[in-house]
């Protein structure tokens, strides 16, 4: 982390947000080596990087953001990548180190925490493949019987296929983890659950609404959905996926990122510390879908999901029903492509 700010500053580079996220790296070595050597205590040493640490991945992203990567070539290797980027990641597993540090986490448990999160996040991204594997069953008998498919036609396959993929995915891993269907947190509502789901609802638009304040405040920009912008080009598509977004899209990924994954990951961290984790993983496998525009758009793009994310984990957890943050997940998705088809409409 240290590197990756302090050669653009070395370069020249004449970006207030890469100087100020050096002097961040700075504060974060000092305090590990701080509390390494003894003149600082270990928890309050863990706070300080912490802390540096985050502000390092808000700069380091803002200056992606601002079209400021800073590449550098790889000797031997007819590539290069961007500096500002290994900020931004170095950034974000210096604050996993940090926390760790603070609640005395040692190897073994690291190690343990490390396997589990990179088994839940293969099978996040499996969440990708799995539709089209399913897509792919549905689509071709029905081909074989009616010939090439209509655009809505396909829409209403894909999302057929995220149900059938999904599903068996899901199905997989309970089977080889040794869970049944009870797994599953799905119940009726209570009367508690229905006040948070028109809660969350508000919420998840609030939180989408200051995020959005935050951006034009600070001239950041975001990549747009890739659906966003096939539905431009054929808006009656937004038709299939309103009532989709309540019936597919928002339970089932809600089935696999919080009932599987986040709930999984209840085993070997802390209830917030698996929401977090939980919503980091969520926010990286959308990265496909918003690969409209370059790097820091993405990464922009990827900090709503985030925020999002958590809204839907801490439904999730404060519930333990599927079914609500499945609803505010669905509502969302649905209101935001319906707003889109008027808007292309007129």
Known sequence: MLVATLLPVTRGIESPAIWVAAAFAVVTAVAFLASRRGSLDRQLAAVVAGASSIAVVL???YALNQGIPVSIEVPGVRSSFSLVFAAF????LAVSVAVADYFGIGLAGLKERTQRTTILSALGFGGLLAPQVGALVIALP???????LSRIQSVVVSQLGMAL????LVWWYLSVTGRDLSYIDLRRPTGRDLLLIAGGIF???????AISLLFQATGVESSDHGTTQQAAENPEILLVLVPASILVIGPFEELLYRNIVQKSLYESFSRVGAILIGGVIFAIIHTQA???AGPGKVVASLAVIFGLALVLGTLYERTENLLVPALVHGVYNAVLFANLYFSYSV
């Open 89 to 92: 990641v170095t950034g974000g």
């Open 290 to 292: 918003y690969w409209t």
């Open 203 to 209: 919420v998840i638009f609030g939180t989408l609404g």
């Open 165 to 168: 993929g999904t599903g068996v």
């Open 142 to 148: 029905v081909m074989a019987a009616v010939g090439e």
């Open 59 to 61: 700069l380091s992203g």
